[in-house]
Structure formats: C-alpha cells, structure tokens
C-alpha cells in the first residue's frame, strides 16, 4: 500500500471517530438533562479498586477514564508526533515550518484572549488557571467536518490540517506537564524515572518486541500517577521509546506503526468517545443564552471561535511573509481561513485541559463544559460554511497514481 493510501486509511477513521464522538456528546447531554441524570453521575462515581497485597489503586470510574483510559490515547498522539518528525510530514523542515508556525499562532492568541476577558470582567484571581482550555484542537472532530465537505477538502487540506492538529496536541502536552502537575512525591518520582531509564536501554539495545515496553510502561503509569505529574504523560513517553526502525529479521515492519495501527480504533471508536460521554454531560438546567455572558464560558467560548482563526491566520501569513514557509501547493488562503475554523473545535482535549484546571470546583466544571460545546460547535459551523460555500471546488483530486499493469 502506498504512502497516500495508508494517509487515506487514516483520515478516514479519524472521520467516522469524528462522528461518534459527537453522537457520544450529544447523548451524554441528554442523559444528564433527563429523568436518567442521577445514574449518570452515579455511574460516574463507581468506585473501581486494583491491587496486590497493600498496593492499592481506587478511584471513581471518571478518574479511570480521565486518568487511565486517556493516557492510551496520549500514547497514540506520541506515536503519531514521533513517526510524523522521523519520516512523516514534520521530518522536513520546509513542509513542517508552515503547520508548525501556524499552531503556535493557534495557542499563543486564544491563550492571550481567555486571558484578556477574565481580566476585563474582572475574575483573572479566579479563573486564569484555565488560559489553556481554549488552546487545544480536536482532530478526530475537526477531520470529521473536512469528511463531510467530500471533493471540496482535497488531501492536501487534510493533511495541512492532521499536521498543525498534531503539533498543537505536542503543545497540549508540554503545557499540562509544565502547567498542570501538582505537588511531586520524590518516591514515585524516583520509580518513574527508573522506568524512563529502562525504557530508554531498552531502545538503545536495539530490543524491538513491544511486550517489554508495554509493561514498563504500565509501571511507569501507576509511578507518574502517583508521582504528581498528570498520569497521561506516562503514554507520551512511552511512546517516544517504542522503536521506529524497522527489524530486518521482520521483514523491516516498524514495531510503532504496528502499534499505532492497532491503537486507532480502539482510540477512535471507544476511548474518546467514552471520554466525550463522560465529560460532555453537562445539566442546562438554568442555562440559557445568557450563561454564556459569564466570565469563564465567554472567555472559553471567544478563545477558540476568535482567538483560534486570529491565532492561525497571523501566524501563518507571518510565516509566509517572512520566507520561513510556503504556502502548500494546492490550498488557498480561503482554504487555509477555513481550517483555522476548525481549529477552534477544542472539544476532548479543551474538557481534558479543563478538568484539570478547575477539577474540584463544580461549578468551573460546568462552565467549563458549556464554553467548550459553544465554542466548538461555532467553530465547525462557520469552518463548514466557509470550506463549503466560499472556496472553489478543485477540478482534480489529488490520488495515487495508477498501478503499472504487470509485465506480460
């Protein structure tokens, strides 16, 4: 299969998660606005206990999901980010230099807006730890709304598109290690960095059977999850010791390829939208347009419809303008305009930066959750009416080029 085609493969999974994650947030806010709420936030509370002997892990079902479930598909993003900057598009720095830029802008001004509106309406002393909620992209919902434009999102938008999702996850990442970690346990912290220590001999030793790495890995999980970083960072690096070449006496298959294709579904098709449906439930009990005038949701809501496409679209023309990247063949700046829309559709990774901003204040919870869905539905509307009504149709595709027919 050609490089193209394995791309196709990928965006077209990443599409249909898209979808089911919508249908997994939208059931979650009617079960949470209906007579079944009280289950639901029962469901969410089942206490689920792990152990051997004295060592003991118990936390509530949406800390397993948040915690656990999450840091797998933090482990697919560090396997996406390693094989992009290896041998994928971010492996060149003439063709990474344009996304890269870009999704900088696409964090830096949505931060810089949230912050702004706290302070204005004169609440940053209580919400500015949440500047980074409206700083992340979802790419399985982003991709979802370019699937539905069909010929009018050619495979170039696409992959511009995969691309800064990608560096803007990397991003996501370091902010929550720098800015979302709490107190450290120099134990735990000791344990995990034994683990990094083994997980790097182990792909310096040139060991390519993923079963070591799995289960140092799932050591180095319980560690950084006691350890006071955010647990998910354990699948990132993780990710970044699964070997990439690949073993001659395997016919050369990359044992991360191998891994990542076998992660996609189960991430695309249940673990974010479990998460979705955990987090999405949100009671509008009381709230109506004017909810959304409060402090947190507007500056959630302004960051990622205003501060996104402002975030993007400056940065890139800077890019442009400067000579440090060209603009891709095949895209328009009308194009480029609609997919830094869509990069305001923050969704997983805006709840998931939110729950750890404001974890045990319910209703920052809840304004959170309100400012994501208003912000993120804009977002894909307007990024969908653009994409569709405003740019040409493309006379060709790009595709494959034909199989050469076979010698007679």
Request: charged share 10%.
């Amino acid at each position: 299969m050609t490089p193209v085609r394995i791309l196709a493969e990928f965006l077209r999974m990443e599409a249909a998660g898209g979808v089911i994650l919508v249908i997994a947030a939208a059931l979650a806010l009617v079960v949470a606005n209906s007579g079944l709420a009280p289950t639901y936030d029962m469901l969410l509370d089942i206490p689920l206990t792990i152990g051997m002997g004295e060592a003991v892990l118990s936390k509530p079902l949406l800390l397993w999901i948040n915690d656990g479930l999450m840091a797998i598909f933090f482990l697919l993003v560090g396997l996406e980010i390693k094989r992009e900057v290896m041998t994928g598009r971010l492996s060149d720095m003439s063709s990474a230099a344009f996304p890269a830029i870009a999704a900088i802008g696409g964090m830096v001004v949505p931060a810089l807006v949230y912050v702004l509106v706290v302070t204005v309406m004169g609440e940053a002393e209580a919400l500015l730890r949440g500047w980074a909620i409206p700083a992340a992209t979802d790419i399985a919902f982003a991709l979802g709304v370019l699937a539905l434009l069909g010929s009018r999102a050619p495979l170039s938008l696409k992959i511009f598109l995969t691309a800064l999702a990608i560096i803007d996850d990397l991003g996501a990442i370091l902010i929550i290690a720098a800015f979302y970690s709490g107190d450290l346990s120099g134990t735990a912290f000791a344990v995990a960095g034994v683990c990094v220590a083994a997980l790097a001999a182990l792909n310096l030793s040139g060991v390519r059977r993923l079963t070591p790495y799995l289960l140092i890995g799932a050591v180095l999980w319980v560690a950084v999850l006691k350890s006071g970083v955010h647990a998910t960072l354990a699948g990132v690096v993780l990710a970044l010791a699964i070997p990439h070449r690949g073993d001659p006496a395997d016919s050369g298959e990359s044992r991360l390829e191998d891994l990542e294709h076998a992660l996609h579904p189960w991430v695309s098709y249940g673990i974010l939208p479990v998460f979705a449906f955990a987090n999405a439930g949100v009671s509008l009990s009381g709230v109506g347009p004017l909810s959304l005038l409060a402090p947190l949701p507007l500056a959630v809501a302004l960051g990622l419809v205003i501060g996104k496409q402002v975030g993007v679209m400056a940065f890139a023309w800077l890019a442009i303008r400067s000579g440090l990247a060209k603009l891709p063949k095949n895209i328009t700046w009308m194009q480029v305009y609609g997919v830094a829309l869509l990069t305001g559709i923050g969704f997983t990774m805006s709840l998931f930066i939110g729950t750890l901003a404001f974890e045990t204040d319910l209703k920052t919870e809840v304004g959170v959750r309100v400012g994501v869905l208003a912000g993120s539905l804009v977002s894909a509307v307007l990024g969908f009416v653009v994409l569709r009504f405003f740019t040409p149709a493309p006379d060709t595709v790009l595709e494959d080029p034909p199989e050469p027919e076979p010698a007679r």
